[in-house]
């Protein structure tokens, strides 16, 4: 089971029979453990979001850290992004329950060290895995305190402190916000409640349930509700959250929906103003937009693999000041090096109160390409699918196995990557021309259905 659920990034898994309190109480004495042998501080900041199993599940986890004699600080209701604010001011290790975007009957953990640093398969979910497996010892020291901290208002402060003073007090936008019964609805009121915006709400009563659609807006299904509203409220904006409100997508004025590549490109242009010649990540299925935009603006490009903790790390290999990975999830130095959606969210709004355009307008200039977006394929055996595409375009085009498989040409591109939570195959393609990608997504599905 535990091969099942702990994930490259996270833990996850059904709340039913794989993720209960008997196993978060498991991995709170192993998280425990683990962080004695990494000699990391002996406090473990620890929240939760509105689905409800999390709060048995982080009960569950509290006795098992203190049991260890560890203390550990109660946050409550979180975003995924406060729970890294969390860690970072702090400067603590944390853990947030969450299944993200997954349905109801999903839960999970992610974990962190303190100042928010990730924790992945490679950095120590592994030996996580190993000190559950094997056992701790009953410890003989005294049992750890509990305390609660309420940091609402000190995360939107800090949020808010990123931008020059005055940014939001212009001309006042209308935003509509699609919360999807997530942890957005709890923190986009406080965050919205300090801009010169006229709000309208969607979905924000916190529901692990999902009665409207589930909270994961990558899927266009989902995104229906909130296109719809902007259009008749003539909104400048809207903006979609997933579960754990760590991602965040954009409607612009028109009810389409942006391209996460054209954010990630916006946030670079404003990061380069204030950091010349700095480092900027993008993952590989990111538009060639991005490393184009970031050269012109004198900035320096680095090509990563998906998933946070490669990010994270590569982020403070390099230096970079921010990076954008193309499935919604935005990371900022000053922010830790941590994603946050609502961070990237205040990104667009800043821009669209310091101009006369619309959201449309000011990101043409970084829509270059025409993309698929993602496209999910379930499939019985996902190395043995990716083998036999590779063998149709090996020796005509430029391969790249950095992650999943790329092949590219200089008129277009796609990536095949296996899901490391479920069993699918996720194809990218972009191409110069809406005709030329749509034959070689068509190719690829072809080939991935035989």
Not at 314 to 338: D, P, Q, R, V
Not at 422 to 432: C, W
Request: proline share 4%; glycine share 6%.
């Amino acid at each position: 089971m535990l091969d099942k659920i702990i994930k490259a990034y996270d833990i996850r898994g059904l709340v039913k029979n794989e993720i209960t309190p008997e196993f978060s109480f498991s991995v709170g004495v192993a998280f425990a453990k683990f962080l004695e042998y990494e000699r990391e501080p002996a406090t473990i900041v620890i929240g939760e979001d509105m689905r409800s199993s999390s709060a048995s599940l982080a009960k569950a986890f509290c006795d098992g850290v203190t049991s260890q004699g560890m203390d550990a600080i109660r946050i409550g209701l979180a975003s995924t992004d406060m729970l890294y604010f969390a860690s970072g001011k702090l400067n603590l290790p944390a853990i947030m329950f969450t299944a993200s975007h997954n349905p109801a009957k999903y839960n999970g953990m992610k974990l962190c060290k303190s100042g928010a640093r990730p924790i992945g398969q490679e950095s120590g979910l592994l030996l996580i895995k190993e000190f559950i497996e094997k056992g701790i010892p009953i410890s003989t020291r005294p049992v750890g305190k509990v305390t609660s901290k309420d940091l609402l208002s000190e995360y939107v402060d800090y949020l808010i402190k990123q931008f020059p003073k005055k940014t939001f007090s212009k001309q006042k936008l209308k935003v509509v916000i699609d919360a999807g019964n997530g942890m957005a609805g709890f923190t986009a009121p406080a965050v919205m409640s300090k801009l010169n915006v006229e709000l309208y709400p969607m979905y924000f009563e916190l529901d692990g349930n999902f009665p409207n659609h589930e909270a994961n807006p990558i899927e266009p299904e989902n995104l229906k509700d909130l296109q719809k509203k902007v259009k008749k409220e003539k909104a400048d904006i809207g903006l979609a959250f997933d579960g754990d409100a760590d991602r965040c997508f954009l409607i612009d004025e028109r009810g389409e929906l942006v391209n996460p590549s054209a954010l990630t490109a916006l946030i670079a242009v404003s990061e380069l103003k204030k950091n010349p010649k700095s480092t900027i990540i993008y993952n590989l299925i990111s538009s060639k937009t991005v490393p184009e935009v970031i050269a012109e603006n004198k900035g320096v490009a680095v090509r990563s693999r998906v998933g946070h903790s490669y990010i994270k790390n590569l982020m403070a290999e390099t230096g970079a000041i921010f990076a954008g990975e193309h499935s919604g999830h935005f990371y900022f130095k000053n922010f830790w090096k941590a994603d946050s959606g609502m961070l990237a969210a205040l990104y667009a709004l800043a821009e669209l109160m310091n101009t006369d355009k619309t959201l449309s307008e000011l990101l043409q200039p970084y829509n270059r390409y025409f993309s698929s977006g993602e496209i999910n394929s379930k499939v019985k055996n996902s190395q043995k699918s990716i083998m036999a595409i590779k063998k149709k375009y090996e020796g005509k085009h430029q391969i790249d196995e950095l992650d999943g498989l790329t092949i590219s040409t200089d008129q277009w591109w796609f990536n095949l990557r296996a899901s490391n939570t479920e069993p699918l195959l996720r194809l990218n393609v972009e191409a110069d021309t809406p005709k030329l990608m749509a034959k070689i997504r068509d190719e690829v599905l072809t080939q991935i259905k035989r």
